[in-house]
């Protein structure tokens, strides 16, 4: 018999009682029913509190921020989404001075690899929300937003539309049908990449990105 | 720079001595407290404004359902995770776990492996193994590559080098991999996230552990903060999740629940800096993440542990920790005293499953019954009464209660037993009880002023004058 067989076998002959499970009442996850002012509100409190930086911005001013954040960091190179609008957005604007120079991750990571670990400041991606209670964005990596874009470059920037940002995590789940199917990877992101292994000290940009700026857009 | 797998044979029941030795290190004892204190009060405050007693029922609920269906669960998480393209395998102990992780290995052609966090490759001693089949195992979680450098392992189970200060830390990097004697943790910190960029770059295959697999969708569930994780499970051509089989839950809703209670319990934090969810291995248009994903499903012991009613409840665990960041003895003599793969209450309910009572003794002796980490548990396992009913097992020679753990009465004596007996026949005699204790109290100079270890630390108490059914009866008078 497979090590699967036997494993199941144990378990479906178990030899002690029934094992019968309360039903689950989920009501304690629910938070109050915030207003939009106050998930951002909330939402920007707490990543504040783990290091992330919120700049509020309107649809017409969000590039203004990136060029600010950028420049103030002197970055040389932004990684950019080729068919989201944000990175239609950026090309329109690629002329600009204070912009640094808009990279595309179009092609597979096994041919650039050592670019992107070594060459790439910062790295701008979309999210498909936020959860005001805990601080997080909600990012499902694409073809057009590879994962490691998040990941490997120094500096990430999230962009978060205002309407997206949902109270809890349950909720999320919820609102946006996660269980009808799920992507390749799916990301809670709540603060630059951290540690506290060195004695309880916490030191920032361990081994993903030491800033993480968050552009919501109201 | 070398990565020498750490494989120091503790001998579990030496437990005593190293408590001893433990005790009156005032190191260990400072960076315990210092640590502990801290997650303690952090943990309190993350709870604040929340119901979390029902907040903690809902938790034991959901692993409970989980556990119940668990066989279904299984089966309908391996369904969804092979519909999306990850591979299923499952072993009965670690041994087997670690030569299907080698199988893969060795089909890939892979020489070096770099690992995520994961306890239950602990459990199956992976680094070692690996190592023995000329292939390379890197930790990149930041305290388990200081535990590998110091070829030692994990003292705590959230924080692996919670043992050590910075000086000592700075020491054991200066010496191993060359970098500057700093006390500074943010230049620590990048020379080794410089380190491992390389490594991750060039590993074969990455190992994770897995805190949640959801059956519905077919997900994996990793809890992090450093994104050596994300690094582990996204960088390299091959992945390798390995899990124990009671990670298994019904939805993603329950996640959700777990989630909110494991790392507000874990290091008082609302949430990790990173929560990945991986579905499936790289799809054709993707331009990143591995071509080949598994996951193996690992028993040793837990189908054992799951036919017993009152043992099962062990297996509700969600690996936060918080029974030992508030146990009054592991605060005292720290992660490695213990011997064992999980340190501190849990470990002491754990392990003797998985050891059996004979090697693991002293573990449910280790403990003050305080009740803190049953009070404390996220998902509420009666730690303190799975203690009483283990230690019970460990003397109980009158097999009255069939044992489902090894080593029954591992811990008897023949002269406790003795003593137990005889204690019972003179109690059940009045003539003799009433003779006895008479005869006691009279020839009370004689009793020894010590007794064992008991006395170090206090005074041994006198046997009175008179018995209590003298004194009554002068009273009654």
Known sequence: ?218 | MSATTPHPHIDVKEFHPRAHEALHNPQIRQNFRKAMDGLMSKRKAAFEGWDLETLRELGANVRLRALANLPDLLEQLEQKLTENGIKVHWALDGDEACRIVRDICVAREAKSVIKGKSMVSEEMELNHFLEGEGIEALESDLGEYIVQLANETPSHIIMPAIHKNTGEISELMHEKTGTDLSHDVEYLTAAARQQLREKFMNADVGVSGVNFAVAETGTLCLVENEGNGRMTTTVPPCHIAVTGIEKVVPNLADVSALLALLTRSATGQHITTYFNMISSPRKADELDGPEEVHLVLVDNGRSVIYQDDELLDTLRCIRCGACMNHCPVYTRVGGHTYGTTYPGPIGKILMPHLIGLDEGRHLPSASSLCGACGEVCPVKIPIPDLLVRLRRESVDGDKLHPAKVRGHGAKRTPLEAAIWKFWSWMHSRPGIYRTGTRFASRFRKLQPARAGAWTDFRTAPKLAGKTLHQQLRERGK
């Open chain 1, 1 to 218: 018999m497979s090590a699967r067989d036997i494993i199941l076998q144990r378990l479906r002959n178990r030899t002690g009682g029934d094992l019968v499970a309360p039903a689950s009442d989920f009501s304690v996850l629910e938070r109050p029913d915030w207003s939009t002012e106050e998930r951002i509100e909330r939402f920007e409190k707490i990543i504040e509190s783990v290091h992330g930086e919120v700049h509020r911005c309107t649809r017409d001013n969000w590039i203004d921020h990136v060029a600010e954040v950028l420049s103030a960091r002197k970055a040389r190179n932004l990684l950019i989404p080729s068919q989201h609008q944000i990175g239609q957005d950026l090309r329109a604007h690629a002329e600009r001075d204070d912009l640094p120079n808009l990279l595309i991750y179009d092609e597979p990571i096994e041919s650039w690899q050592p670019a992107l670990f070594n060459d790439v400041d910062a790295g701008i991606t979309s999210t498909r929300g936020g959860i005001a209670e805990t601080g997080s964005l909600i990012l499902w990596p694409t073809a057009d937003e590879p994962r490691l874009m998040s990941l490997v470059p120094p500096i990430h920037i999230a962009v978060l539309e205002a309407s997206q940002i949902y109270t809890t995590l349950y909720e999320a789940l919820d609102a946006q049908n996660w269980k009808a199917g799920m992507p390749t990877n799916a990301l809670l992101i709540s603060g630059p990449s951290k540690t506290a292994d060195i004695e309880q000290t916490l030191a920032y940009g361990v081994h993903g990105p030491k800033e993480l700026i968050v552009l919501i857009i109201e």
